[in-house]
């Protein structure tokens, strides 16, 4: 019996024709019509020679077409997209992969790195004692960081992640990277902002294993001084000390400036590149940190991720921290001042013009408004106290360069723990400083989150007042959860609504204002 069959095969143009294929470009696809016969298939021959086990050839010598010729003896009811989907996942299986990684031919050789000599030079440099190559001075030049705040990161980061013990050995029994020559390293490219290949030259490590090491770094301080550095509501005693100074300053009652910083990213994948391009920066891709900052250029909440294309009220709109605020995480109770002649129980802050006219903030007058020289001199008074948080930023930028240039990571996550903890390193070194000048001398205590509780003072209410007007929530039945959760929700609706109070917002306002001329007034006289 003599079979016949009509196929269309795609084909490319690499693949040379060969007898019987008659392309068809009428239509500009690469298509080709061919017949297949029994007579260009060898089948009986094959089977002759005991050859029965072989795919039959084809004189063509398109092993396609015998492929083909060969499933239609065997089951002629098929259908031609059953057999060609068949034959191409078999073509697919029978193929060898290629294993990932490992030793193989063509791949280039570990370099021969002096793991001990690294370890050894750095210990005689920086971590000899008095007779270090490096004075304390030029260890926090490099680092960023005393010498006391880099051993208490190391002895945390010891033996976590990717910083192992040397005493583990690799496949071929040579001993591992120290784990303070990797810690050293990350510092390094945090401060200076230098590429992890360039990390090989005097510390020993390769491009992925500082990049690594740099990942697992964020992760452990995070891990480790999160809850200390980071998002944390301020102690009775740093809270005292923050309004004390604030009040010398013409601001009683205020805690901190509040902002936001652009950084600029430099991997943003093209299709996040749209809410990312924002008018900072020149239109450049870029990540926007919210923070508020006191005095002393503490950074005490932070809120990073939100796209280059938001501005300062859509980032407030979302912001954690005004969460923080309702949920309590972030007290604003405070023990209540006076202010021309009004007594007020809250903390607020300093914000610039964009802001929205909330209770919590004190913004300037701007230069259109401004009718005589008092309006002028409130808002001076006020730009020079908001530049805290400027500086802070300032700070945070010069200190770390690895955030004063374009980003290079891809991953947003990644860029987070990186703004983290370069704002923990930063709140370290900002409160030794103030240990040192002897403003205060905080403990672990200090560090615990602080809540919201029921107090006699609530008693007492002023129409100025917001703490004192909110609902008491005390810890309440452990059995009735509900009724719990109703009345901590309904203090939080309450404090929201009197956080975003206009009234309130402006004549808070006017009450620094009257003050401050009448402090003037009695200073001249």
């Known amino acids: 019996m003599l079979l016949e069959g009509i196929f269309l095969v795609a084909t490319t143009a690499s693949l040379s024709l060969q007898q019987g294929f008659v392309p068809d470009r009428s239509k500009g696809a690469e298509w080709c019509c061919f017949v297949v016969t029994m007579d260009d298939m060898d089948i009986d021959a094959d089977i002759e020679d005991g050859d029965g086990d072989k795919p039959p050839t084809c004189l063509t010598c398109f092993s ?3 492929s083909i010729g060969n499933a239609l003896v065997a089951e002629e009811s098929r259908d031609l997209s059953t057999l060609l989907s068949e034959i191409a996942s078999d073509s697919d299986e029978d193929e060898l992969k290629r294993p990932w990684g490992g030793s193989m031919p063509g791949k280039s050789p570990n370099m021969p790195r002096d793991f001990q000599g690294a370890c050894e030079r750095l210990l005689s440099h920086c971590f000899k004692g008095d007779d270090s190559l490096h004075t304390e001075a030029q260890c926090r030049r490099r680092f960023r960081v005393s010498s006391s705040i880099f051993q208490r990161v190391c002895q945390s980061v010891f033996g976590k992640g990717c910083f192992y013990p040397p005493t583990k050995k690799d496949a071929t029994g040579k001993a591992g990277i120290h784990p303070l020559v990797r810690t050293t390293a990350v510092f390094r490219m945090i401060a200076c902002g230098t590429p992890a290949d360039c990390q090989d030259e005097q510390w020993q490590i390769g491009e992925t294993t500082i990049d690594k ?20 509501t301020p102690s009775l005693a740093e809270k005292n000390r923050i309004l004390a100074k604030s009040a010398s300053r013409g601001f009683p009652g205020c805690f901190a400036s509040w902002d936001c910083k652009h950084f600029v990213w430099d991997k943003c994948p093209v299709a996040l590149q ?3 391009k924002g008018h900072a920066d020149g239109g450049k891709y870029t990540k926007i940190l919210e923070a508020i900052a006191d005095d002393s250029c503490y950074l005490w ?8 294309s938001l501005n300062d009220i859509n980032v407030l709109d979302k912001s954690s921290i005004v969460g923080a605020l309702i949920s309590g995480n972030l007290d604003l109770k405070t023990e209540p001042y006076t202010i021309n002649g009004n007594t007020r129980d809250w903390m607020y802050f300093l914000a610039d013009g964009i802001y929205p006219d909330w209770a919590i903030f004190v913004k ?3 230069r259109s408004s401004q009718r005589n020289k008092n309006d002028k001199r409130f808002a001076q008074k006020q730009e020079a106290f908001r530049k805290d948080i400027e500086r802070a930023f300032g700070i945070l930028v010069k200190k770390f360069h690895i955030i004063a240039r374009p980003i290079r990571y891809w991953r947003e996550e990644t860029i987070r723990n990186l703004l983290y903890t370069c704002v923990i390193l930063h709140n370290m070194v900002v409160e030794e400083r103030i240990a040192e000048l002897g403003h205060a001398n905080l403990t672990e205590e200090d560090h615990a989150r602080h809540y919201e509780a029921s107090d006699q003072r609530n008693d007492n209410v002023n129409g100025n007042q917001i703490v004192a007007k909110l609902p008491v929530v005390g810890d309440g039945d452990e059995d009735d959860l509900e009724d719990l959760m109703t009345r901590r929700f309904a203090r939080a609706n309450s404090l929201h609504h009197l956080m975003t109070n206009r009234e309130m917002h402006v004549q808070l306002k006017k009450d620094l204002y009257v003050d401050m001329i009448s402090k003037r007034r009695n200073k001249k006289t």
């Open 64 to 66: 396609s077409v015998a």
């Open 213 to 232: 090491a740099m990942k697992c770094f964020c992760r452990v301080m995070i891990q480790e001084f999160g809850d200390h550095y980071l998002n944390r």
């Open 274 to 276: 749209g809410q990312h």
């Open 301 to 308: 909440f932070v809120n990073f991720g939100d796209p280059g």
């Open 364 to 366: 300037t007058i701007s």
